[in-house]
T-cell receptor, first 116, second 117 residues
Framework: DAGVTQSPTHLIKTRGQHVTLRCSPI?????VSWYQQVLGQGPQFIFQ???????GRGNFPDRFSARQFPNYSSELNVNALLLGDSALYLC???????????????FGPGTRLTVL | AQTVTQSQPEMSVQEAETVTLSCTYD???????LFWYKQPPSRQMILVIR??????QNATENRFSVNFQKAAKSFSLKISDSQLGDAAMYFC??????????????FGKGTKLSVIP
């Protein structure tokens, strides 16, 4: 079974640019969450999407947005990039029953974003 | 809001020995999940072990076990018979049992574990 996949693996952008990161969940998982992991820190929650709706949002500015597609894959968009946006962006998928995550979140390998 | 604290930025252990990683958390909820995740240099976050707060029995997965002290809000990970492949960053994480909080993992800052041959 394929795990969570993310693309691209690495990305280099300059300040002020826009970036789109992509994630495909494990087959059968309808929930996708995004996390930002700055070097030397634990991951921080950005968004959670379930059935194409945003169900949770962390303390991130409006420059960060996301969406989920009918096939449950997801995109994370970041506008007006800042140096501080340089980080590993992790995607995780999980099963949901009702409105509750019923098992652990399975993580993808991440996208390393460098902003110059 | 929940917080997770890992007070040991780095730890080292001799191969085949035992090491314990510490984690404390703060929450007003009575039911929740706690996790230990491993992140090797390859970056893939891998679940090591999970503990449900309503279960008094400590979780065990092969060489990995936890010491869950609910009243003290402490959740330590013990690795027995350490192997070179155990070298990684280890993160303690919290998740609510139900509702919107169940979508979000709250992580500690991590402990870097080195295994000495």
């Amino acid at each position: 079974d394929a795990g969570v996949t993310q693309s691209p693996t690495h990305l280099i952008k300059t300040r002020g640019q826009h970036v789109t990161l992509r994630c495909s969940p494990i087959s059968g998982h309808k929930s996708v969450s995004w996390y930002q992991q700055v070097l030397g820190q634990g991951p921080q929650f950005i968004f959670q999407y379930y059935e194409k709706e945003e169900r949770g949002r962390g303390n991130f500015p409006d420059r960060f947005s996301a969406r989920q597609f009918p096939n449950y894959s997801s995109e994370l968009n970041v506008n007006a990039l800042l140096l501080g946006d340089s980080a590993l962006y992790l995607c995780a998928s999980s099963l949901v029953l009702g409105l509750t995550v019923v098992n652990e979140q399975f993580f993808g390998p991440g996208t390393r974003l460098t902003v110059l | 809001a929940q917080t997770v604290t890992q007070s040991q930025p780095e730890m080292s252990v001799q191969e085949a020995e035992t090491v314990t990683l510490s984690c404390t958390y703060d929450t007003s909820e009575s039911d929740y999940y706690l996790f230990w995740y491993k992140q090797p240099p390859s970056r893939q976050m891998i679940l090591v072990i999970r503990q449900e707060a309503y279960k008094q029995q400590n979780a065990t997965e092969n060489r990995f076990s936890v010491n869950f002290q609910k009243a003290a809000k402490s959740f330590s990970l013990k690795i027995s018979d350490s192997q070179l492949g155990d070298a990684a960053m280890y993160f303690c994480a919290y998740r609510s049992l139900s509702g919107a909080g169940s979508y979000q993992l709250t992580f500690g800052k991590g402990t870097k574990l080195s295994v000495i041959p």
